[in-house]
């Protein structure tokens, strides 16, 4: 296994590094954390199979491929881009902001984003080979149902009180639905079956006109010429 030196962010894995060095070797290399993980100091990162000898400078060699750093970066995370937009829209959405509109901005980067993705084949965990076609190197992988996830959840919680919100929010997962790959298009019908807000049902209150006080006598029936009606809802 492979340790980290320090603690901080993955911020970039060189890819193509590990796989020739693990083919080089005739090794396998499974990542332990993904790019955006934050790994504390002496946190195995690298596991490294072998059925022969593992080159002493392996974890120097093996460590100088994972980049730290004290904050995730957007080169390799686009969970990260997805993360800054969606907390972009849940501050707005908050009592002491309230800028719904500042969040449906949010939103439409986030669904051409999410778009974006969609057209690309995620699958989850990833495996990369060598030029022979061996596998070398595994690497922790979202789905696109992840990337949804984590755009569109919080905002629909902290924004379902805003018509504004929830509007764009279900015109976005509508269009999503027609646009993005087949296999996630399942994937997300799996997961959240009811991932579309729903508008809320019409009313079926039944409105009937009411007068106050009870209607007797001469003094009554004068009442009832002059008082205002009132409005009441029975279902």
């Known amino acids: 296994m492979v340790s980290t030196r320090r603690d901080g962010a993955i911020q970039a894995i060189n890819v193509r590094g590990l796989v020739r060095w693990a083919s080089r070797h005739d090794h396998l290399l499974?990542?332990?954390?993904?790019?955006?993980?934050?790994?504390?100091?002496?946190?195995?990162?690298?596991?490294?199979?072998?059925?022969g000898h593992v080159p002493a400078q392996a974890s120097r060699q093996l460590q100088?491929?994972?980049?730290?750093g004290v904050e995730r970066t957007m080169e390799q995370d686009p969970a990260f881009a997805i993360r800054i937009m969606a907390d972009m829209a849940v501050k707005?959405?908050?009592?002491?902001?309230?800028?719904?509109?500042?969040?449906?901005?949010?939103?439409?980067?986030?669904?051409?984003?999410?778009?974006?993705?969609?057209?690309?084949?995620?699958?989850?965990?990833?495996?990369?080979?060598?030029?022979?076609?061996?596998?070398?190197?595994?690497?922790?992988?979202?789905?696109w149902a992840d990337y949804l996830t984590l755009a569109?959840?919080?905002?629909?919680?902290?924004?379902?009180?805003?018509?504004?919100?929830?509007?764009?929010?279900?015109?976005?997962?509508?269009?999503?639905?027609?646009?993005v790959r087949p296999e996630h298009r399942r994937q997300w019908m799996r997961r959240s079956p009811s991932s579309t807000p729903q508008s809320p049902p019409a009313s079926r209150a039944r409105w009937t006109k009411t007068r106050r006080g009870p209607a007797t006598g001469k003094a009554s029936a004068a009442r009832r010429q002059t008082q205002p009606a009132h409005w009441t809802a029975s279902n």
């Open 30 to 51: 499974a990542m332990q954390a993904a790019v955006g993980d934050f790994v504390v100091a002496g946190q195995h990162v690298i596991a490294v199979f072998s059925e």
């Open 64 to 68: 100088r491929m994972v980049a730290l």
């Open 92 to 143: 707005a959405l908050s009592a002491a902001i309230n800028d719904p509109t500042t969040a449906v901005q949010a939103l439409d980067h986030l669904g051409n984003v999410l778009r974006l993705l969609g057209s690309t084949p995620l699958h989850g965990p990833l495996t990369f080979r060598d030029r022979e076609g061996t596998p070398r190197l595994l690497m922790p992988g979202r789905t």
């Open 152 to 179: 569109v959840t919080e905002i629909r919680e902290y924004g379902s009180s805003s018509i504004q919100v929830t509007r764009r929010l279900r015109a976005i997962l509508e269009d999503l639905q027609e646009s």
